[in-house]
């Protein structure tokens, strides 16, 4: 008879009813004013406050950077691309690279530069906190957009600089991250060349890596299969663990190219196996994507509740700083966001290719702060000297914009304002 391990029966109870727990609330949440993830920060604060003060034998949920950093971000990052299409994307990479990394980068001085200068701390620790609020999240604001009718123009301009926002604001949160955290002396050419070399080959082996596990997957015919859906999570780890560990370059960048390398080769595969089946030449029957979809989207959802329950949870455990930088923090992101919003549009419109003005209020609107800043800000490590402090400010710009913004986008595009 084996002896009963109660702590992995623990971890294993706890872990059951945390799904359990997801899994209802998600269900009601459905027809709530907020959105899911808003229930999820405000509930974790709840528990990590219980836990904390007054009922210490509740399990503790506290995630490690090391299970962000290897764990989690490689499936938020992966899951990302698999809406965009490369077609589309290849359309409108002006915007979207405009917005996606010059917008970053603005976006980085624009928030850091004040909120260095406000909180009184060195402005390389305020550029680290820039580098964490800086990708833009609009998957909390998806299901408002399958209410209306919104141009594929523009969805396909908001999507695609929340993908490639991420890997920029991701990248430079690295970059930053070493020089504040370890303390090494900032030498501008030498990490500009790394930057640049980092990306020169995470690109090439992300794409190389997606379209030979397309490949594969075609070859097997195991399009919507448990072998077709296990290689692309062998993809998502493996090129990460290969890229960070031995080539020592980006593995965000070579995930994400991995991802849209792949969703690009399957995407034609798909129409080829389509095409014969209407030429009569192919008996079989074509497999849809559903499942496919539907698999990464269930791994992001999932991630990405455990992401922010464990934000919420790291910031009810501690003292809130109460003062008057938790509405500043807000009116500064809302500054940033305009000023690169409607800052660009203008440069933008000087184009063949205009932004309305009506889309650009929903790209303010759209701009929300979710699932990779809680990411990015757990990542930190529990010794550093302004954690607790970018924990709670992470926690109410997330709260902010997951609450209050798709509230105002649901007003605005009931209006029906957003046109072609």
């Given at each position: 008879m084996h002896s009963i391990d109660y702590q992995l029966v623990l971890a294993l109870t706890s872990g059951c009813l945390f799904l359990l727990f997801v899994a209802t609330l998600r269900h009601y949440s459905r027809d709530s004013f907020l959105p899911a993830e808003s229930w999820l920060l405000l509930i974790g604060a709840g528990y990590g406050y219980l836990q904390s003060r007054h009922l210490p034998e509740l399990p503790l949920l506290e995630l490690s950077p090391e299970l962000v950093i290897w764990l989690l971000l490689p499936i938020l990052i992966f899951a990302s691309g698999r809406n965009i299409s490369a077609r589309a994307l290849t359309r409108e990479w002006v915007p979207v690279f405009s917005y996606a990394v010059f917008g970053v980068v603005l976006t980085l001085f624009l928030i850091g530069i004040p909120l260095s200068y406000s909180l009184q701390v060195p402005l390389l620790d305020g550029l680290f906190f820039a580098a964490a609020v800086a990708a833009t999240d609009p998957s909390a604001v998806a299901a408002i957009f399958q209410r209306f009718s919104i141009p594929e123009r523009l969805s396909i301009i908001l999507e695609g600089e929340s993908v490639f926002n991420d890997s920029t604001a991701i990248v430079i949160f690295g970059l930053i991250g070493m020089l504040v955290?370890?303390?090494?002396?900032?030498?501008?050419?030498?990490?500009?060349?790394?930057?640049?070399?980092?990306?020169?080959?995470?690109?090439?082996?992300?794409?190389?890596?997606?379209?030979?596990?397309?490949?594969?997957?075609?070859?097997?015919?195991?399009?919507?299969?448990?072998?077709?859906?296990?290689v692309t999570i062998v993809i998502a780890y493996s090129g990460y663990l290969i890229a960070e560990s031995l080539l020592h370059v980006s593995g965000v960048i070579t995930v994400l190219c991995t991802s849209l390398s792949f969703i690009r080769f399957r995407q034609s595969q798909v129409q080829v196996e389509t095409d014969k089946l209407e030429a009569g030449t192919n008996h079989g029957s074509v497999n849809n994507q559903e499942f496919f979809m539907a698999f990464w989207e269930y791994l992001e959802l999932l991630a990405g509740s455990l992401l922010f329950f464990a934000l919420g949870v790291a910031?009810?455990?501690?003292?809130?700083?109460?003062?008057?930088?938790?509405?500043?923090?807000?009116?500064i992101l809302l500054y940033a966001r305009a000023v690169v919003v409607y800052g660009f549009a203008l440069l933008l419109n000087l184009g063949p290719r205009k932004l309305p003005k009506s889309w650009q209020h929903v790209l303010m609107l759209g701009g929300l702060r979710g699932a990779v800043s809680a990411a990015l800000v757990l990542m930190i490590p529990p010794d550093y000297e302004y954690r607790i402090l970018m924990l709670c400010l992470v926690f109410v710009l997330c709260l902010y914009t997951l609450v209050v913004h798709p509230l105002l986008l649901r007003w605005y595009l009931q209006q029906g304002s957003v046109n072609e």
């Amino acid at each position: 008879m084996h002896s009963i391990d109660y702590q992995l029966v623990l971890a294993l109870t706890s872990g059951c009813l945390f799904l359990l727990f997801v899994a209802t609330l998600r269900h009601y949440s459905r027809d709530s004013f907020l959105p899911a993830e808003s229930w999820l920060l405000l509930i974790g604060a709840g528990y990590g406050y219980l836990q904390s003060r007054h009922l210490p034998e509740l399990p503790l949920l506290e995630l490690s950077p090391e299970l962000v950093i290897w764990l989690l971000l490689p499936i938020l990052i992966f899951a990302s691309g698999r809406n965009i299409s490369a077609r589309a994307l290849t359309r409108e990479w002006v915007p979207v690279f405009s917005y996606a990394v010059f917008g970053v980068v603005l976006t980085l001085f624009l928030i850091g530069i004040p909120l260095s200068y406000s909180l009184q701390v060195p402005l390389l620790d305020g550029l680290f906190f820039a580098a964490a609020v800086a990708a833009t999240d609009p998957s909390a604001v998806a299901a408002i957009f399958q209410r209306f009718s919104i141009p594929e123009r523009l969805s396909i301009i908001l999507e695609g600089e929340s993908v490639f926002n991420d890997s920029t604001a991701i990248v430079i949160f690295g970059l930053i991250g070493m020089l504040v955290i370890t303390g090494q002396e900032l030498k501008l050419g030498e990490a500009l060349g790394g930057f640049i070399w980092s990306i020169a080959v995470a690109i090439p082996f992300g794409l190389l890596l997606g379209w030979l596990a397309g490949k594969l997957v075609a070859h097997w015919h195991e399009q919507n299969r448990f072998t077709g859906l296990t290689v692309t999570i062998v993809i998502a780890y493996s090129g990460y663990l290969i890229a960070e560990s031995l080539l020592h370059v980006s593995g965000v960048i070579t995930v994400l190219c991995t991802s849209l390398s792949f969703i690009r080769f399957r995407q034609s595969q798909v129409q080829v196996e389509t095409d014969k089946l209407e030429a009569g030449t192919n008996h079989g029957s074509v497999n849809n994507q559903e499942f496919f979809m539907a698999f990464w989207e269930y791994l992001e959802l999932l991630a990405g509740s455990l992401l922010f329950f464990a934000l919420g949870v790291a910031v009810g455990a501690h003292e809130f700083p109460v003062s008057w930088i938790i509405p500043g923090v807000v009116l500064i992101l809302l500054y940033a966001r305009a000023v690169v919003v409607y800052g660009f549009a203008l440069l933008l419109n000087l184009g063949p290719r205009k932004l309305p003005k009506s889309w650009q209020h929903v790209l303010m609107l759209g701009g929300l702060r979710g699932a990779v800043s809680a990411a990015l800000v757990l990542m930190i490590p529990p010794d550093y000297e302004y954690r607790i402090l970018m924990l709670c400010l992470v926690f109410v710009l997330c709260l902010y914009t997951l609450v209050v913004h798709p509230l105002l986008l649901r007003w605005y595009l009931q209006q029906g304002s957003v046109n072609e």
